[in-house]
């Protein structure tokens, strides 16, 4: 069965961690683009991490620069999303996908040849 499953999410207070992990099955994630997004209600999915597809390269956006990690295990082929220094704003449903994209930028500013997405996985930051 092809399919990305998400983990690691939870009720955290502000400053903790979380690693999220993206387990992929059915295809080898080696393969394409990854990215980690996150979406809140009533406000459009965006990007945070991505890896580009073959090239090597990692996007962050701004509000996350320093405090997430964005990783990957092909041995177990899943992708994970260390973030630390936790805040409010981050409370979110986060989501990997995959995609036939080479740019990790263009994956995660545009979404563009996402190919598949995960259920996600919820992130709430409280105290």
């Known amino acids: 069965q092809v399919q990305l499953v998400e983990s690691g999410g939870g009720l955290v207070q502000p400053v903790g961690s979380l690693r999220l992990s993206c387990a992929a099955s059915?295809?080898?994630?080696?393969?394409?683009?990854i990215g980690w997004f996150r979406q809140v209600p009533g406000k459009e999915r965006e990007g945070v991490s991505c890896?580009?597809?073959?090239?090597?390269?990692?996007y962050y956006a701004d509000s996350v620069k320093g405090r997430f990690t964005i990783s990957r295990d092909n041995a177990k082929n899943t992708v994970y999303l260390q973030v630390n220094i936790l805040r409010p704003e981050y409370t979110a449903v986060y989501y990997c996908?995959?995609?036939?994209?080479?740019?990790?930028?263009?994956?995660?500013?545009?979404?563009?040849?996402?190919?598949?997405w995960g259920e996600g996985t919820q992130v709430a930051v409280s105290l």
């Open positions: 890896l580009g597809k073959n090239d090597g390269s990692t």
């Open positions: 059915g295809f080898t994630l080696d393969d394409y683009g």
């Open positions: 996908a995959v995609a036939n994209t080479y740019s990790s930028v263009i994956l995660c500013r545009t979404k563009r040849e996402i190919e598949r």
